[in-house]
């Protein structure tokens, strides 16, 4: 890359926060299964969104390409890759102040570095929880989960697919910064603040809800430099339960009902694969093929009396569907899935712990549709010459359980050609197949863009153009993400 652009982007943050250096640049190479890009030819980590918006304008005004990123490696998905050549990545890693905790309205306010395992304690002096993926990366960005709708683990608390991201604070690809929801005024944030208000309403301004634009944009139409986030209040009384089951449809008239009665926390469903992988053992074999996770609380001073009911309905509930909650299954034992929830996996990486590789599958239908679907996958792993044994599956009722998220996570060596090639072939023909029944792929890998976007209508993918040239005219934002093309004008 033109020196000048290096010594451009060091008088805005500084020279010692700018680098071309191997080991810096080789951090951001796509490790996803079958997965391609360029290498970057620059790295810079702003402090502020000051910064953030002056290396915006500055790629504007010398046309060279910019990939946000907040969270560290491993990198499975391929999104933060870089599709051009002469893309400068912008870590936002050292942006990680937890700006405000408001535990009277349940909200908190983060920069985009801020990872799980600084906000939970932060969280814990004011009482409250955040409501987060199942066993996130101990690099995982909140924010960067928010904004790419990782499903949470209680969908009780799940209302809308935004959730639970509020306001948030963005540098369009113009450079032009603009505060979403609340946030957007009357008011600076300290004003608001007196006079008690906590950005909490992620609507607006006016009738319209730009955050929408840009949660799942994978980069391409703004850069965020915070976010308010919903937590709820961190239980007093807390036991998880777990319901074994030889079939995944057998466990589904069971979960509609309890979830529509919103009598637990954790609702999800891993296969023995995943499970083992969770509790870094080998010991899948002994497990049942399908372990239901439940979570049941009580708050406050009668966190007891309110344990005791939600635990007494359930248990009717699973007496009446034929299923038995238990404390202890096989070698697992309740506690032992206790220690996963409200934590980041230790490192390694949990999907990476046992063979090195994952290549993951993430795709969005409904509880009872889901059986189906797995069962097509199977399918193509055994022609692509894939072990099922070494598909971990992890299944996440969303929206008060309206739909539901599928996690296909298959193992591999990264080291074994033959292995590669035969989960690289499961990736695009599994993929593939499983659009062809029925799944929606809300947050596509960057292996699967173009398979993706050739699905969708051509009105919506005119829509999402023309808000690209929109919100940002130069293509300089993750250019290739998506279906933006290549080229920078």
């Not at 400068?88 to 905790?101: A, H, P």
Request: net charge negative.
């Amino acid at each position: 890359m033109n020196a000048s652009i290096h010594n451009k982007l060091a008088k805005i943050v500084g020279e010692e926060r700018v680098s071309g250096e191997q080991v810096h640049l080789e951090q951001f190479m796509n490790r996803e299964v079958g997965g391609a890009g360029e290498q970057p030819s620059l790295v810079v980590w702003p402090s502020s969104a000051v910064e953030v918006s002056k290396i915006v304008n500055l790629a504007n005004s010398t046309y060279f390409p910019i990939v946000p990123v907040s969270s560290g490696p491993p990198r499975l998905a391929g999104t933060t890759t870089p599709k051009v050549k002469g893309t400068v990545i912008l870590d936002l890693t050292r942006m990680n102040r937890v700006i405000r905790v408001d535990a009277k309205n349940k909200v908190v306010m983060i920069e985009p570095g801020v990872t799980y395992g600084q906000l939970l304690p932060e969280l814990k002096k004011a009482g409250l929880r955040p409501l987060m993926p199942l066993l996130p990366k101990e690099s995982q960005s909140v924010l960067a989960s928010c904004l790419d709708r990782e499903p949470t683990t209680i969908p009780r608390f799940h209302w809308d697919s935004s959730d639970p991201l509020l306001c948030t604070e963005t540098i369009f690809g113009t450079g032009e910064m603009l505060r979403t929801g609340s946030a957007s005024g009357p008011g600076s944030l300290e004003e608001q603040w007196e006079s008690g208000q906590a950005q909490k309403n992620p609507m607006g301004p006016s009738q319209f809800d730009p955050f929408r634009l840009v949660q799942g944009s994978q980069g391409t139409i703004g850069v965020v430099t915070w976010i308010t986030m919903k937590c709820e209040i961190a239980p007093d009384e807390h036991n998880v339960f777990l319901i074994g089951s030889g079939s995944l449809s057998s466990l589904q008239d069971f979960s509609y009902a309890i979830i529509r009665r919103r009598l637990v926390d954790e609702h999800f469903i891993v296969n023995a694969r995943c499970l083992s992988e969770m509790l870094r053992r080998d010991a899948w074999h002994s497990l049942p093929a399908w372990t239901l996770i439940l979570g049941i609380s009580g708050h406050g001073e009668l966190a007891q009396d309110e344990f005791d009911y939600r635990f007494g309905d359930t248990e009717d509930i699973a007496r009446k569907a034929g299923v038995k909650l238990e404390t202890k299954i096989g070698s697992v034992d309740a506690s032992d899935v206790t220690r996963l929830l409200d934590t980041p996996s230790p490192e390694p990486y949990w999907k990476i712990r046992s063979l090195g590789g994952c290549s993951e599958l993430h795709f969005v239908s409904t509880l009872d549709a889901i059986p189906g679907l797995h069962s097509v996958f199977l399918k193509e792993a055994e022609d692509s010459g894939v072990d099922a044994e070494r598909i971990g599956v992890y299944v996440q009722p969303t929206v008060q359980g309206v739909n539901a998220s599928c996690s296909l996570n298959v193992f591999y060596n990264p080291q074994d050609e033959s292995d590669v090639a035969n989960v690289t072939k499961l990736t695009v023909n599994g993929s593939e197949k499983l659009m062809e029944s029925g799944a929606f792929f809300s947050r596509p890998p960057g292996s699967l863009r173009e398979d993706v976007y050739s699905r969708v209508s051509p009105e919506v993918l005119g829509a999402m153009k023309r808000v690209k040239e929109i919100f940002d005219p130069r293509n300089v934002l993750s250019p290739g993400n998506l279906c933006f093309g290549e080229v920078i004008e």
